[in-house]
């Protein structure tokens, strides 16, 4: 069984910069991927961005060149930087671990918010 806890989620001015952190925690998992999704209210929950166990990384084209999501496989952390912050970056954002069985864990969530 695998833990998600996720850290760094709060309210920024339009133009802002935030950074989520997402520990995973357990034992006998071994990750190949993680990655944050959010889900905004009446919207389905999409993805953000992902990187996988080789260090490859994909982005929503929303976020592209504006968030970079970064991985420590020691501490088994993802991050995600988010800068220039738009209102329509506010949502609820969920850490994502798939591991190599395939079995996938989501994190308990953390608010955004972008708003002056």
């Known amino acids: 069984q695998v833990q998600l806890v996720e850290s760094g989620g709060g309210m920024v001015q339009p133009g802002g910069s935030l950074r989520l952190s997402c520990a995973a925690s357990?034992?006998?998992?071994?990750?190949?991927?993680m990655g944050w999704y959010r889900q905004a209210p009446g919207k389905q929950r999409e993805l953000v961005a992902r990187?996988?166990?080789?260090?490859?990384?994909n982005y929503a084209d929303s976020v592209k060149g504006r968030f970079t999501i970064s991985r420590d496989n020691a501490k088994n952390t993802v991050y995600l930087q988010m800068n220039s912050l738009k209102p329509e970056d506010t949502a609820v954002y969920y850490c994502?671990?798939?591991?190599?069985?395939?079995?996938?864990?989501w994190g308990q969530g953390t608010q955004v918010t972008v708003s002056s």
């Open positions: 990187i996988v166990s080789g260090g490859s990384r």
């Open positions: 994502n671990a798939r591991a190599w069985d395939s079995n996938i864990y």
């Open positions: 357990g034992s006998g998992f071994s990750i190949y991927a």
